[in-house]
């Protein structure tokens, strides 16, 4: 509970920073905003990071959000949930190559 608390107020604290930032040109505001958001701990953030998943920032960002909550997962004690393979259809299944004339066999 500290851990997260101190983790949303450095996000905080460069959020404040970041949004300065966006008007002083000594200090990279899109950059700090962008490690506000990374080091917050909050509900909403897997849903923004869900959103914008599919772009290269986004992706990075996902994977290690990922990472971490399945380090504090088994920091914990827990292991993911993973889910079964689906059955195999019959379209997915590899096919046995067609001959093209079965009488020279």
């Given at each position: 509970?500290?851990?997260?608390?101190?983790?949303?107020?450095?996000?905080?604290?460069?959020?404040?920073?970041?949004?300065?930032?966006?008007?002083?040109?000594v200090i990279q505001g899109v950059a700090m905003i962008?490690?506000?958001?990374?080091?917050?701990?909050?509900?909403?953030?897997?849903?923004?990071?869900?959103?914008?998943?599919?772009?290269?920032?986004?992706?990075?960002?996902?994977?290690?959000?990922?990472?971490?909550?399945?380090r504090d997962a088994a920091r914990r004690?827990?292991?993911?949930?993973?889910?079964?393979?689906?059955?195999?259809?019959?379209?997915?299944?590899?096919?046995?190559?067609?001959?093209?004339?079965?009488?020279?066999?």
């Amino acid at each position: 509970m500290i851990r997260k608390a101190a983790r949303n107020t450095a996000a905080a604290a460069c959020l404040l920073v970041g949004i300065a930032g966006l008007f002083l040109p000594v200090i990279q505001g899109v950059a700090m905003i962008v490690l506000a958001v990374v080091i917050a701990d909050f509900e909403a953030k897997e849903r923004l990071l869900e959103r914008y998943r599919h772009t290269r920032l986004g992706r990075v960002l996902w994977e290690r959000h990922e990472a971490r909550k399945a380090r504090d997962a088994a920091r914990r004690g827990f292991t993911p949930a993973v889910e079964p393979d689906p059955e195999p259809d019959s379209e997915t299944l590899p096919q046995p190559p067609l001959d093209s004339n079965p009488a020279d066999k």
